[in-house]
């Protein structure tokens, strides 16, 4: 299994990034994914989650209304659309694949907010 974050990177406050996830090494289409987060001094915590299908998808209550998670399982890639960050979004985020036997994660991508 490989999962390679992109996308990262300095925005303004209000500004907005996409960061894309390509996974590799599995039958991507058939599981759920994930992106988290880790501030600095903080756990890390999940963003936000999508079904295999991609017909749902769950969020942090911080997060609701600003992001969105997307697939395309045609090309093996989950995307992470930000809009309207804040100076609290920065923080490394990651693709994760995880479940009851399996637990696999990106490298990450820093994504900074400052102006």
């Known amino acids: 299994v490989q999962l390679v974050e992109s996308g990262g990177g300095l925005v303004q406050p209000g500004g907005s990034l996409r960061l894309s996830c390509a996974a590799s090494g599995f039958t991507f289409s058939s599981y759920v994914m994930s992106w988290y987060r880790q501030a600095p001094g903080n756990a890390r915590e999940l963003v936000a989650t999508?079904?295999?299908?991609?017909?749902?998808?769950n969020y942090a209550d911080s997060m609701k209304g600003r992001f969105t998670i997307s697939r395309d399982n045609a090309k093996n890639t989950v995307y992470l659309q930000m809009n309207s960050l804040k100076p609290e979004d920065t923080a490394v985020y990651y693709c994760?694949?995880?479940?009851?036997?399996?637990?696999?994660w990106g490298q990450g991508t820093q994504v900074t907010v400052s102006s």
């Open positions: 999508i079904t295999s299908t991609g017909s749902s998808s």
């Open positions: 994760a694949l995880r479940g009851g036997l399996y637990d696999y």
